[in-house]
């Protein structure tokens, strides 16, 4: 009876003990696995692509990540990860929020990234890989990019001009947005352009009104892969946007990831929203 | 007898003024009436009451309707006051239909097609759990009521499993939350206009059993002795409130608690006699729905909170109250 006391004891010891996270290996990293395309898209323009050993199921930029095994990382598969034998698993800070405390506890050499919310969460992102890389090539990117976007930001910030309004929808049935703290907002503002979901609480996206939509009239819409579907297309006759065929594709890679070719999504879009409003 | 009729109707009438004034949009009771009754058909104000708000009403009320007609026939056919679509798995099996229509036709079917492949499903998912629970009541008189609503509790859970399981392979949450708590955010006035039918043929056949409802109450033998065949009326009323359940969830998704708390309200105000009930619950139904509907949209804007959300909050409190009334 002891002997079953001791060994119950044990067991749960066992399952309740916390031995920490485990230990990240020293120096900088050589096999490295993505969670995110933008991260993947980040690793390679930072010159180091030949370091990643495995992908998310989504990343398929540049061309050399397609040959890379693909992990499930929502829900995190950490037992795939660990598979991998990686030096370092790279997760974005609002995707993996939920799972983060398990991961940390479980993933050797987790680095966590705020990638999503905003070109300057981008930017912070990219200089942060830059010095985990620890290649001068990585940095010498890192600091160009910096530039770029600064530039990028300055050319497209209009002052003083009148600003449209935009909806940037998600999914049309029900109806799914962008708001404020999401990546698309932040280009949207950048370029001198107003969000018409800005009051939208919870995490830079979520199920939103339609007659909020009328009521706001938005001059742009920017639409998810689906098209926008003709019973909304009639409800919505009388919003600007859909009066003068304002409505364009949002789902380019270029406009979602929050990667390195957010610059050229963020010139596309300035110069759509740039054009005269009737 | 004819004061609760016009309380009732007033009920109606006030619940669906509230709830077209209601909304996240900035709109007074007056702008509302002014947009009912002008004729500025391109104003922002207009489209927002015509196209968005109105058609969600009246979908509303007619979804309230079916529900609580369906579960007066449940309640009826098998003498427990526990009996309605959400509680039996008949509205988990019209989901599973509705599933099935969503996972294989959406993207293979026209577009126009597919609100009607999901009422067809929906009405199959519905009937093939009541098939299964009917069968338990079938078996003999002896089974009793306790334990055909256990049959179709497990059958309802089973089934919502399903269905739930299903929806997550479409990997979109926002769609898996608007069928699991209900949504009337995209009403048409096609969909008005089916669910209209559909609830004018249900209502009126059921009414016209009300008196086969009224023996069957009281037992098999009763019903023997009154003319009526139970088994024959539990196929064709289970059918008939398969139908109504399943013609609201193929519209809105699941919403609990309108089905089971409406008859009790209904019993309470105009008795049990389902000739008076059946109109009764209808209206009852429609005019707590539709209120139910306003809050969802007025609270938390500008996202709303689910439907069956609002039903609950406003169920249970009332539910509880006529228990406490009746042990009292």
Known sequence: MMRVAAFVLLLLCTACGDDGPPAAPSGPPQRIVSTLPGITEMVCYLGACDRLVAVSPYCDYPAEVERLPRVKVHPFDVEAVLRMKPDMVIVDERLHRQDLAVIRKRVPGLLVLDTSRSLDSVMASMKRLADVLDTDEARTQAKRWDVRAAVEVYLHEPEGKPRVSVLIVGQWDPLYVMGKGSLLDDLVTTCGATNVAWDLEGDASGTFSEELVLERQPDWILTPRTPMPDRIRKRWKGVPAVKNGRIVDGSGDDLVRAGPRVLEGLHRLARLLREPIK | ?328
């Open chain 2, 1 to 328: 007898m004819s004061g609760r009729w016009i309380m009732a109707a007033l009920f109606v009438v006030l619940a669906t003024g509230a709830a077209l004034c209601m909304g996240p949009a900035d709109l007074s009771p007056g702008d509302v009436w002014g947009a009912l009754t002008g004729d500025e058909a391109d104003s922002v104000k207009h489209t927002i009451v015509h196209r968005v708000r109105l058609p969600q009403v009246l979908l509303g009320l007619l979804v309230g309707a079916a529900l609580s007609v369906s579960g007066v026939l449940f309640q009826a056919l098998l003498r427990n006051d526990l009996a309605e679509p959400y509680l039996l798995g008949v509205g988990p099996g019209a989901l599973l239909g509705v599933t099935i229509a969503a996972v294989f036709f959406a993207g293979s079917a026209d577009a126009s097609t597919v609100p009607l492949l999901r009422g067809v499903f929906a009405f199959l998912g519905a009937i093939g759990v009541a098939a299964i629970i009917f069968s338990f009541a079938r078996k003999g008189v002896r089974r009793t009521s306790v334990s055909v609503l256990l049959a179709g509790i497990a059958i309802g859970a089973f089934v919502h499993a399903i269905a739930t399981g299903m929806l997550h392979t479409l990997d979109d949450w926002p769609r898996v939350v608007r069928w699991l708590l209900g949504d009337l955010s995209l009403a048409e006035y096609q969909q008005v206009a089916v669910l209209g039918a559909v609830l004018a043929v249900g209502g009126l056949a059921a009414w016209a059993w009300a008196r086969d409802l009224d023996v069957l109450t009281l037992g098999e033998e009763a019903a023997w002795f009154g003319g009526v065949e139970p088994r024959r009326s539990l196929w064709l009323l289970g059918g008939l409130a398969c139908l109504l359940a399943a013609a609201a969830v193929a519209q809105c998704g699941l919403v609990g608690f309108i089905g089971l708390v409406v008859p009790h309200i209904g019993r309470r105000l105009f008795g049990p006699g389902h000739r008076t009930l059946i109109p009764a619950a209808a209206l009852l139904g429609a005019g707590l729905l539709v209120l139910a509907d306003g809050l969802s949209r007025e609270l938390h804007p500008p996202q709303g909170f689910p439907l069956a959300v609002v039903t609950a909050a406003l169920g249970a409190p009332m539910l509880a109250w006529l228990v406490h009334r009746k042990a009292g």
